[in-house]
Every structure is written in C-alpha cells, then in structure tokens.
C-alpha cells in the first residue's frame, strides 16, 4: 500500500467535538454527519485512582484510559479461557509505572495476582504504595527490571503469567535526537514492543494487552504479535493532538514511511479548539490471545494499516467507519477533555474557562 503521511487540501465537515462552553455536557457530538464518542466518557474507569493515589513521573492518563480498556477486554477473555484450577488469573505489567492497568485489574477480581515490572525503582515503590492503599499488597508485587535483561526473561517464566500487559513508549527518535527514557523508543517507536514479543514467544501467557499508536509502524506490531502466535480481537483507538514529544519529532515523523499523522486544518482545528495542536494521530491498543494463521495475520495488519492511511488523508471520518472485520471502538480527545481528564486525577481546582 503506498504510504499516505498527511495531507493538507482535504477538507473534512467537522467541528469541535469539545465542551466549548461549561453548560455543553454531551454524550457524543454530531459533526457533520460524524458522530464519534469523546474519550472523556471512559473517564470513570479511572475514578478510583484520585489522589491519595501516586503516579510516576511520566504519566499519561489517555495512553493509561485506552491501556486499561484493552486490559479489562483481555482479563476477560483470560478468565474466560482459564484451565487454572483455582480460577487464578496471574497478570504480568511491562513499564508499570504507577501500576495503575494492574491495579485496576486486582480490584476486579479478587483473586488474581500482579507482578508489575519498571526500569525505574522510583516507579515501582509508588506502585507499591499505590497497592498498600487499596490493600492488596499481598497480591501485588513491583521489581526494578529492565526489558532487555535476560533475567527479565527468568523472572517472567518463573512467574507463568496468564496475562501480560505493555502499554510502553512509543514515540520514534531520530538518529540525532535522544528523546527522554519515558518517550523514546528507537528509529520507527516499536523498540519496546518488540522486545515484548520477543518475551512473549517464550513466557506463552494466553491474553495480551499492548499498546501503540499510528506514529510507530502499527501494522508492525500487528504482524509480529502474529509471528509470535497471537491473533488481535479487538482494537480500541483514540484520535488525539500531538503533545510535547510527538510534536518535537514531526518533521521526523514526515519522513517515515509507516508513522501516519493528520495536518489537515480541520481535523486540527477539532482536535486542538485552543489552536495548540500541530497534527493529529491516533492512540491504539489491542487485545490479543493465543492462535493466528499467516492469512488472517496479513488481513489484519493491511486492515489496521488501511484504517491509519485513511485517518492520515481523511481525518476523523476514518473512525466512524473503519472498514474492519474485527471488533473496533473509537473516540477522540480534544484539548479540553484531555485537561478535564487530568484535573479528574489530580485533583480539581478553582478553574475560569477563557473564551
């Protein structure tokens, strides 16, 4: 298929799909014969962890939100599918970090059990904090460890998870530029998701969760979760505005031949109503289990990689129908909801909107 990067004369028939007033609450928006879900409507998924819950230093409550739909999604099939005598579902988490997917997975059932792995032990002890405030710590564990040690590898085969979760960073680094260790994952942003197939070829859990975005090659991941036996059930997707690493890359990201953005101004324009967007890109993550033939691995990568060409030349229209033969859910975040999302879980202050 030939690369579609983005493209400025077509003009799609949208409007903000934000509150642009505070009196606007909505469920949904009509624009222009578009109707697409905010992502601010998952936000209470996410309600259990206000403060006094902890988050690490790099936290991104949309990657979070869309990470812990296909989390939930892949739990269930997990339970589902378990031959576990004891019903027990143990769950793995890659880049943890706060520990929140995991978290909110142990609250669901309460007989699963957590390993959360992080390369930064500042993360894993307010995982661990974050487990003693809900009082699961006895089934919620956090080890500093890096992806890349073999024994990362040991640990996770010790550990036998039904379930492993990634939702890592993702943005491409041009030779020249090292991005921050939260951002960065290597020339085409699919360097920790590798990695994490390459485990999961050998640790063989039954579900996956994982998570990627339209800027890191996404029929990519789909192709090599395939090669490593795991076939993709359902997408989650959230069309979003780029933010400060994303955006310090994009004119790497023009050269690239599978990362696919949206500058189309209309498309920009919704997405940042507060005129900061650059361009526009979608979040995804997947759920995905055990069982994949070559013909249906090919048939859902083009898909997937179809569904982000068309987003790059025809913006939101894309999402709302998105050509696919497997279960998909769309949204998208405008500026404002994203800042409604934070100030969730920060904790809300006295806030005068301007305009």
């Known amino acids: 298929m030939r690369r579609l990067h983005s493209f400025q004369p077509h003009k799609c028939k949208t409007r903000a799909f934000s509150r642009k007033k505070v009196d606007e609450q909505f469920s949904g928006t009509d624009t222009g014969g578009l109707f697409l879900q905010s992502f601010l409507e998952e936000a209470d998924r996410l309600r259990p962890f206000v403060p006094p819950f902890r988050f690490s230093a790099f936290f991104s409550p949309e990657d979070t939100l869309l990470c812990v739909c296909a989390s939930e999604s ?28 995991g978290i909110d997975l142990l609250l669901k059932d309460e007989k699963s059990r957590l390993l959360g792995l992080d390369v930064d032990q500042r993360a894993c002890d307010i995982a661990t904090g974050n487990a003693k405030l809900f009082k699961i710590e006895r089934r919620a564990w956090f080890e500093c460890a890096d992806i890349w040690s073999d024994s990362t590898i040991a640990t996770l085969i010790a550990y036998d998870p039904n379930l492993l979760i990634c939702n890592p960073p993702y943005v491409p680094e041009p030779g020249d530029q090292n991005l921050a260790l939260e951002a960065g994952a290597g020339p085409d942003g699919t360097a920790h998701l590798m990695r994490t197939l390459e485990l999961v070829s050998t640790v063989r859990p039954q579900t996956l969760a994982l998570s990627w975005c339209s800027l890191s090659d996404p029929a990519k991941v789909i192709r090599r979760a395939a090669e490593a036996g795991y076939a993709l059930n359902s997408l989650f997707v959230v069309a979003i505005a780029d933010g400060e690493y994303s955006g310090s890359v994009r004119d790497y990201l023009r050269t690239l031949p599978c990362a696919y953005i949206n500058e189309n101004s209309d498309t920009v324009a919704t997405i940042g109503p507060d005129g900061s967007a650059r361009f526009a890109y979608l979040l995804m993550a997947g759920e995905f289990s055990r069982g994949m033939d070559a013909g249906n691995a090919a048939e859902t990568a083009n898909a997937v990689e179809h569904l982000c060409a068309r987003f790059a030349s025809d913006g939101l229209s894309a999402l709302e129908h998105p050509e696919l033969s497997f279960p998909a859910t769309s949204w998208v975040l405008d500026r404002w909801d994203e800042l409604e999302l934070r100030v969730m879980l920060h904790g809300r202050t006295k806030m005068t909107r301007i305009g």
Do not use: C, N, W, Y
């Not at 599918?81 to 890659?94: C, F, G, K, Q, Y």
């Open 74 to 101: 892949a739990f269930r099939r997990a339970k589902e599918e378990s031959t576990e005598p004891t019903d027990v579902i143990r769950i793995a988490e890659l880049t943890t970090g706060s520990g929140l997917v």
